[in-house]
T-cell receptor, first 111, second 114 residues
Framework: GQQVMQIPQYQHVQEGEDFTTYCNSS?????IQWYKQRPGGHPVFLIQ?????EVKKQKRLTFQFGEAKKNSSLHITATQTTDVGTYFC???????????FGTGTRLQVTL | NAGVMQNPRHLVRRRGQEARLRCSPM?????VYWYRQLPEEGLKFMVY????????ESGMPKERFSAEFPKEGPSILRIQQVVRGDSAAYFC????????????FGPGTRLTVT
């Protein structure tokens, strides 16, 4: 079945450093979504990308969708402690429109 | 406008008991999804429902687990004869449609089986 892999699984950075997580699919995606889950919390929608090569920005966060629509990335510039959490990519798959989540990247930020 | 509501937030059950988890979607949302998350792991899709219909239950174990979304009232995920391996966080999400729609998650129910 559809698999969505993310790397790295875990990253520890110092505040102010940049961070990037990558999402890769074995098949072409119609769109991709990104979610953030704080420790002990629930996933919260961040953004959706639809077009090939699309780039969207939200303050210090930059999201990209690959030209072949098989991969995506999330880049955070100058991380802050509030960025701590796990970032998931997700894509709708299957005939019943099931949202498949990536394996997630856990970000730890220290002062 | 209330978000997705789940109750209880925490549930403790002994092995062999039944667990009932409830989810009220956001107002106007008719699509409900259930996910399971083990500690330090990702979200695993369990089941997708619309009002009175199970659309996709491919992620749900065939035994002991069932889900419903009646015409009136919340969606319910039912786990019979719980075992220790059922201990996890169970999240419900809702959306107004499929494919291009974001999902809104509830706070989750943390199930502990002793």
């Amino acid at each position: 079945g559809q698999q969505v892999m993310q790397i790295p699984q875990y990253q520890h950075v110092q505040e102010g450093e940049d961070f990037t997580t990558y999402c890769n699919s074995s098949t072409t995606l119609s769109n991709i979504q990104w979610y953030k889950q704080r420790p002990g919390g629930h996933p919260v929608f961040l953004i959706q990308l639809v077009k090939s090569g699309e780039v969207k920005k939200q303050k210090r966060l930059t999201f990209q969708f690959g030209e072949a629509k098989k991969n995506s990335s999330l880049h955070i510039t100058a991380t802050q402690t509030t960025d701590v959490g796990t970032y998931f990519c997700a894509a709708y798959t299957g005939t019943a429109s099931k949202l498949t989540f990536g394996t997630g990247t856990r970000l730890q930020v220290t002062l | 406008n209330a978000g997705v509501m789940q109750n209880p937030r925490h549930l403790v059950r002994r092995r062999g008991q039944e667990a009932r988890l409830r989810c009220s979607p956001m107002k106007g949302h008719s699509h409900v999804y259930w996910y399971r998350q083990l500690p330090e792991e990702g979200l695993k899709f369990m089941v997708y429902l619309q009002k009175e219909n199970i659309i996709d239950e491919s992620g749900m174990p065939k035994e002991r687990f069932s889900a419903e979304f009646p015409k009136e009232g919340p969606s319910i995920l039912r786990i019979q004869q719980v075992v220790r391996g059922d201990s996890a966080a169970y999240f419900c999400a809702s959306s107004p449609g499929t494919d291009a729609y974001e999902q809104y998650f509830g706070p989750g129910t943390r199930l502990t089986v002793t």
